[in-house]
Structure formats: structure tokens, C-alpha cells
């Protein structure tokens, strides 16, 4: 062993250490007093295996250090403060749950861990009243971690005794429950949204039992549309609100839906409890609800659709009957120009009464085929003579509405009038005028007439032979409205009447003017 | 000598005894005290890990450790009588305004 030699020390380094060497020995001494004083509570021995750790407080510390070993263990925060709230035990969940470390925060006030708020105003004293009067309180509350993070805690508090019986502080044990109240905020969300489309559906919606077939809920709409209250449809079967006809219908119905898992009927009748009669179509499908299967039927009121398919239907059919009427007189027209014209003038002549015919066709599109006005046909038909309407052109007649026929009948014939006022007659001049007059005559059968007259034109000479405009103005107008036509052709102008049933020319509302 | 130096301090304890509670308590509330925003204190708990006493030859618990500033210092007990407690950490002027004794 070698021994080094020391240097010198000098006075005031002789004078330090020997004041640490005193420093020391007291240090030893308060350490022996403090063990001998029964001042610690354990001891640290040096052994081959390491230190050893002898705990001097007998059972009551065994039983300490196993407590504080089985609290380490748990996986919810464990936190002990004393009466003045200094942490005092902190175990490891509690520090992962407030991101802390034992060793730097125990013995510091609780708030230097996390910030307390109670969810209602209330709690609190609540809270205090039962730590005072039971010893303990169990609750939630939320407390927001040195970092900001909020966390809502289910917490079980205890208040501590020391030996003398007296409080020495509280022993909480917390549950941090973040996610399950997320999951329950999400849930309650989830709740008031679908319960909301649940309430207002414009459906009716049956939640069915699989096993005993009844109703165990039903939406508002499915009450007003059967006039049940809500009581008396929950446990009734599905053929006991008239859905099906009978239980073994009702039951058929499920086992189909137990095979396929959805099940539609179309057209079932349906009657309310008030007699109403409703067409339902119903869609049930069979789902699980977490674990359990039940059945959701909706049902909805098809009475309106099947209406409108029903109107859709009659639709097509009119437009059918009236397309081939339409083209039965274009045929007419067609063979009737073509046999009585010049053939160099056909298309030019063809074209100018198919103009016509559309215009007759467009009033009744516009009017829905519910009729036409007299006075908007008349205008129509004279709409390249618009500018001498009123003034050469005076038309006179109350309002009253043609039925199809009489509009398409009488539109071509004032076609041809205008036609012929504008080539021969008394609009091919400056001064001739055309009266255009239409009545209903009040009788028990009442009658229209309707009547062209013209005056002040060229002299009217008479024609040799009879053209298509005559047929039109004639015969075909006679047929449209069952009526009878008077053609005169007087030197002073031509006139032409027509008069037919009111029942036969106009549609029946107007009939009874 | 008055607290201006910036202090480091170790207390050691074995586990959650009444002892230790009281010491960690005591510690806190004297330098909270007297050494206000001057003072680091950890807490050592050797019963989890007891090799940690080796290092600064803890002999018994609770015991607190001045490291800084030099010279390192040792008080062992629950730290219930402040004006041991403040010799200890050689701040004798302020030990001796202390009270004897704090709560147990």
C-alpha cells in the first residue's frame, strides 16, 4: 500500500475542515439521537446485496408499507393531502393522470397539481357537508391539469385520522372518466338528433318486438295516422291496429322477416280509428340493437300517390285520344285543301290553317284543357289583324268558356273568316269593319250563338263553288259545337251565325249563364 | 446568513409512513417559509428504490440533504422542529427568529 505524502495545509484550510469535521461528527450525533429518539422510521443497512431497508415501526409500519405497495399498484390516481392540502402520498397513476412526478411535487399544495371545478355551483358545499358529517364524499367533478388539460374525474374522498382520532387530512382516490363523458356528451348528441327524426318523420315508424310481435314504440305520425294515442298502440300486435288482417298474417310477416331480414308490402289498406280509409305501403326491416333484435316498420300514407298515379294514368290516356284527334283533322284539313285548291297555292294555303289549328291548340294547352275563352279564341285567331282590333275590328260577348271540341271547331272557322275578310272581304279595304258578337240566351235550354258580320268592304260576289274555308265555317263548325251555321253572302258584307246547345259549346260551369 | 443562494435539497423517505408524510409536509412549508422561489426539493422514496440511499449514504429516514450550496448538509427526523431543521441547512439567523416547533 503506498502512502502519499500530504502537502502542508495551510491555517484557514486546517480551520475549514476541522469546522466540517464538527459538522459532521453533529450530523452523526443528531442522526444517533434521532434513532435513539425514535425519530425515523427506517433504517438503512449496507449488505453484500446492497442497502437494506429496515422499517422500525413494527407492524403498524409492515402494514404501512404494504398499503402504500398495494396503493402503488392501482390503476386509479391515489392522492393524500394533508389538512392544509400539501400532497403527501402521490402513487404512480396519479402521476401519469397530471403529468407529475412524485418527487417534485410532494409536499406542495394540491393546487400546484391541478385546478378544481365543480360541475354545479352546489357541489361543492355538498361535498364539504358530507366529508364533515360521513367522513367521505363520493362525485364528479373536473380538474384542469398545470398544462391546461381538462379532466373530468369521478373522485371517492376519505378523510384521513392521526392517531389521536383527529382529521389530518383526505385520501382521494380519482378516476379520470374524460373519454366516458365524451362518449356520453356523443351519445346524448346522437340521441336528441335521431330522436328528433324519430319524432318528425312524415313516416309512420312501429318498433316491433321479434318474439312477441307487439309494438313497443311508435313515432307521433304512425298515432295520427291511425288516431291512436301512443299508450294504446305500445303492446298491441300489428293486426290488432288493422295493419294486417289477421294474427296468422302478422305472423307470416315476421317469420318472412326473420328469413330475409326485410320484408315490403305494397297497397296494404289501412283504417284509422275515425273510419278513414289510407292506402300504406310498409317496409320493415329487422335489425340488432346491441345484441337484441327488433323489428322497425315504416309506413308511409301512399293514398295521394296512388291518386296521382291514378290521374297520371287517365292523363296519358286524354292525350292519347285527343293526339289522334288532332291529327284526324289535320288529315281532314290536308285532304280537303288539297281538294279544293289550286295546287300551286296548297302548301302556302296548308300551312296558314295548320297555323290556325295551333293556335286554337295552344289556348287550350294554356288552359289546361279546361276550355277557352271566346274572346281570347277570337283574338287568337285574329292575331295578324291585332292592330284593328277595336277599331275596325269590334268584338262584343260576355265571358264564357268553349269546351275543346267547339274551341278547336269554331278556332278554325274564325281562321277561315279572318282569312277571307283579308283577302275578299271587308278587311281587304280601308274602310270595312268586321263585328264579332257571341251570347248565351237564358232559357230552360239555354243556346249559344255566335255571329261574323261584315260591312263596308268591296261588293260580296257571290262564289260558284264551294271551297274548304265554306266546309269549315260550315259543316265542321256545325259538328264541333252540334249546332247549326248560316252563311249569307249580301252585297253589303258577309255574315256568318252560328248557334248550338250551350251545353254542347261551352263547358258545363258556364251552362248555366 | 440569510437565504439568498439558490438551494437544492433531497428528502429520502421509506415508503408512506406517518413519519415520511410529516417530513415531506414540514419540508415544504419551511422552505416555502423561508427559502421562497430559492429552493429545488425532491423527494426520494428508497423503499422503491433502495439503491438510491447508497449514493448519498442515507443511513435512516426520513433524511433530508443540502447539496447546494456546499458544504453538502444532512437533518434527519420528520423535520417538525424548524429551528433544527434551518441549523441544519446553516442558516442560523433565521433558525434563530424560528418558532421551536412546527405541527406534528
Known amino acids: 500500500m503506498m502512502t502519499l505524502a500530504r502537502k502542508p495545509s495551510s491555517r484557514a484550510t486546517l480551520l475549514w475542515e476541522n469546522g466540517e469535521l464538527r459538522a459532521r461528527i453533529m450530523e452523526l450525533e443528531a442522526a444517533l439521537a434521532a434513532i435513539r429518539s425514535g425519530d425515523v422510521d427506517a433504517l438503512v443497512v449496507e449488505s453484500a446485496a446492497g442497502p437494506q431497508i429496515f422499517a422500525l415501526q413494527g407492524l403498524d409500519a409492515e402494514s404501512c408499507r404494504f398499503r402504500g405497495d398495494m396503493l402503488a399498484q392501482v390503476s386509479d390516481a391515489v392522492m393524500a393531502v394533508d389538512s392544509e392540502t400539501r400532497v403527501t402520498y402521490l402513487n404512480a397513476a396519479a402521476e401519469r393522470l397530471y403529468g407529475v412526478t412524485a418527487s417534485g411535487v410532494l409536499g406542495r399544495m394540491s393546487s400546484a397539481i391541478y385546478e378544481r371545478r365543480w360541475v354545479n355551483a352546489e357541489d361543492e358545499a355538498a361535498a364539504m357537508a358530507a366529508l364533515s358529517e360521513f367522513g367521505e364524499w363520493h362525485g364528479e367533478n373536473v380538474h384542469v391539469r398545470r398544462d391546461g388539460l381538462v379532466l373530468n374525474v369521478e373522485s371517492s374522498i376519505t378523510v384521513l385520522a392521526d392517531s389521536d382520532g383527529q382529521p389530518s387530512g383526505v385520501l382521494a382516490v380519482i378516476r379520470d372518466v374524460t373519454e366516458r363523458k365524451r362518449h356520453e356528451v356523443l351519445l346524448l348528441v346522437s340521441e336528441i338528433r335521431y330522436r328528433r327524426l324519430f319524432e318528425t318523420a312524415h313516416d309512420g315508424v312501429l318498433i316491433l318486438d321479434p318474439q312477441s310481435r307487439k309494438i313497443i314504440d311508435a313515432n307521433p305520425f304512425m298515432t295520427r295516422m291511425l288516431g291512436y294515442l301512443h299508450s294504446q298502440l305500445v303492446g298491441k300486435e300489428l293486426f290488432e291496429i288493422g295493419l294486417f288482417k289477421d294474427k296468422a298474417a302478422s305472423q307470416e310477416m315476421v317469420n318472412n322477416l326473420k328469413r330475409t331480414n326485410e320484408v315490403r308490402y305494397e297497397n296494404l289498406p289501412l283504417e284509422s280509428q275515425d273510419g278513414r280509409h289510407q292506402e300504406v305501403e310498409v317496409i320493415a326491416n329487422l335489425y340488432d340493437e346491441n345484441g337484441c333484435p327488433v323489428i322497425q316498420c315504416n309506413v308511409r300514407d301512399i293514398t295521394e300517390r296512388k291518386r296521382n298515379e291514378e290521374h297520371v294514368k287517365l292523363l296519358i290516356g286524354e292525350v292519347n285520344h285527343r293526339a289522334k284527334n288532332l291529327l284526324a283533322v289535320v288529315q281532314a284539313i290536308v285532304h280537303q285543301t288539297a281538294k279544293y285548291g289550286d295546287s300551286a297555292t296548297f302548301a302556302a294555303r296548308l300551312a296558314d290553317r295548320i297555323d290556325g289549328l295551333a293556335a286554337g291548340q295552344d289556348l287550350l294547352v294554356r288552359n289546361h284543357w279546361l276550355g277557352v275563352e271566346v274572346a281570347d279564341l277570337v283574338e287568337a285567331q285574329l292575331a295578324h289583324f291585332k292592330d284593328l282590333l277595336g277599331r275596325r275590328v269590334l268584338i262584343v260577348g260576355p265571358s264564357v268558356r268553349l269546351t275543346m271540341a267547339a274551341a278547336q271547331g269554331i278556332g278554325m272557322a274564325l281562321h277561315e273568316l279572318a282569312t277571307n275578310a283579308g283577302k275578299y272581304g271587308a278587311l281587304s279595304n280601308l274602310e270595312g269593319r268586321v263585328h264579332i258578337a257571341w251570347q248565351v240566351s237564358v232559357a230552360a235550354k239555354p243556346v249559344f250563338s255566335m255571329s261574323w258580320l261584315e260591312n263596308g268592304g268591296p261588293k260580296v260576289v257571290v262564289p260558284t263553288r264551294k271551297g274548304f274555308g265554306q266546309i269549315v265555317i260550315g259543316r265542321i263548325a256545325e259538328q264541333a259545337v252540334d249546332g247549326c251555321a248560316e252563311i249569307t253572302f249580301r252585297e253589303s258584307g258577309f255574315s256568318w251565325k252560328l248557334s248550338a246547345p250551350a251545353e254542347s259549346a261551352l263547358v258545363s260551369t258556364e251552362v248555366g249563364i | ?104
Do not use: W
Open chain 2, 1 to 104: 446568513m440569510t437565504a439568498t443562494a439558490h438551494y437544492v435539497l433531497r428528502l429520502y423517505i421509506a415508503g408512506s409512513t406517518p413519519r415520511g408524510t410529516r417530513a415531506i409536509s414540514n419540508v415544504r412549508k419551511i422552505c416555502d417559509e423561508y427559502l421562497e422561489g430559492l429552493y429545488e426539493l425532491e423527494v426520494v422514496d428508497i423503499s422503491q428504490h433502495p439503491m438510491l440511499a447508497m449514493t448519498e449514504q442515507i443511513i435512516a429516514t426520513p433524511t433530508l440533504i443540502k447539496t447546494l450550496p456546499l458544504p453538502l448538509r444532512r437533518v434527519i427526523g420528520d423535520m417538525s422542529r424548524s429551528d433544527r431543521f434551518l441549523l441544519g441547512l446553516d442558516l442560523r439567523d433565521i433558525a434563530e427568529k424560528a418558532p421551536s416547533a412546527i405541527t406534528r
